[in-house]
């Protein structure tokens, strides 16, 4: 299990744990993101800045500190099929 901070774009990880106090809990309750649901990672921002994931169809930017306070746990071949893959050599 990991940070939802430390996730790949493109990929999808499910919600297991929100460590926080009660206003962090209840400011991700308002966004739609509870304990269970399946996030996708749409893009990080550069330099620091929020993370913006899809939860429900919406997307969502959450700052990198609040991203640290959810744990996930990355789903088994969750690669977005839009993200490019890296190609072998010797094909």
Same mark, same amino acid.
């Given at each position: 299990m990991t940070t939802l901070e430390?996730? %790949?774009? %493109? #990929? +999808? !990880?499910t919600v297991v744990e929100i460590v926080g106090g009660a206003g962090v809990r209840n400011h991700l309750n308002t966004l739609g993101i509870h304990m269970g649901d399946t996030i996708r990672v749409v893009e990080r921002a550069p330099f620091r800045g929020p993370?913006?994931? $899809?939860?429900?169809g919406t997307r969502v930017a959450l700052g990198r500190g609040v991203a640290r306070k959810?744990?996930? +746990? $990355?789903? !088994?071949?969750s690669q977005d099929a839009a993200?490019? #893959?890296? #190609? #072998? $050599?010797g094909r």
């Open positions: 430390k996730i %790949g774009v %493109g #990929r +999808r !990880a993370v913006l994931v $899809e939860i429900h959810v744990t996930v +746990r $990355e789903d !088994a071949g993200t490019p #893959r890296p #190609r #072998r $050599e």
